[in-house]
């Protein structure tokens, strides 16, 4: 158990709608990452969340969407889903913002868009 | 950007060493090597930084040729858990930066 914890485990939805992923990272860990894995491929980074700021941004399109509330927890919004966006998106989390420092990965949230 | 991975795929038997390797055409800050089993999330194994610091897993070892930006992961000795999927990751900088990870090495171990 990496500690990070990701709700919900498994989630389908039909195209079109909005869904929200939500991350808790570690206690203790301030930065949070999203990335998205599609079926047997590589982890696609999205966006980074440093203390509740945005730290570095990926390939994220302009449907999606993040947040790191004060509490670190942090949300990420897929809005207008197609069938494409289906895929295991992950969240890790490391103590500090550097790329210099482990991250732990959640076991991720399972989209998929019918 | 996103760094390239060799082989994409090995088969070993057990006892055997195999050496994965990760290549980028941009200068790196760091280096971050993940194992993933199928199913599973990433696992940490090693960092390995700009100027020779290396983090990580006692029983893992590797290397970052700088002036290459080419990375290697050496397992020696392979056993039957060492199986699953071998991702890099490179930064460029030391923070706000993204960690992007190359498509990965899928490793295989027979008894």
């Known amino acids: 158990d990496s500690g990070v914890t990701q709700t919900p485990k498994h989630l389908i939805t039909a195209t079109g709608q909005r869904v929200t992923l939500r991350c808790s990272p570690r206690s203790g860990d301030l930065s949070v990452y999203w990335y998205q894995q599609s079926l047997d491929q590589g982890l696609q980074f999205l966006i980074q969340y440093y203390n509740g700021e945005e730290r570095a941004k990926g390939n994220i399109l302009e449907r999606f969407s993040a947040q790191q509330f004060p509490d670190l927890h942090s949300e990420l919004n897929l809005s207008s889903l197609e069938l494409g966006d289906s895929a295991l998106y992950f969240c890790?989390?490391?103590?500090?913002?550097?790329?210099?420092?482990?991250?732990?990965f959640g076991q991720g949230t399972r989209l998929t868009v019918v | 950007q996103q760094p390239v991975q060799s082989p994409q795929a090995v088969i070993l038997r057990e006892g055997e060493d195999a050496v994965i390797n990760c290549s980028s055409s941009?200068?790196?800050?760091?280096v971050h090597w993940y194992r993933q089993k199928h199913g599973e999330a990433p696992v940490f194994l090693m960092i390995?930084?700009?100027?020779?610091e290396q983090k990580g897993h006692e029983k893992i070892s590797a290397s970052f040729n700088e002036k290459k930006q080419q990375s290697s992961l050496y397992l020696t000795a392979s056993q039957l858990s060492y199986s699953g999927t071998y991702f890099c990751?490179?930064?460029?900088?030391?923070?706000?930066?993204?960690?992007?990870f190359g498509s990965g090495t899928r490793l295989s171990i027979r008894p």
């Open positions: 890790a989390s490391s103590v500090d913002a550097g790329t210099d420092t482990e991250a732990f």
């Open positions: 390995l930084l700009k100027g020779g």
């Open positions: 990751g490179t930064a460029r900088y030391s923070s706000a930066s993204k960690i992007i």
């Open positions: 941009k200068a790196l800050y760091s």
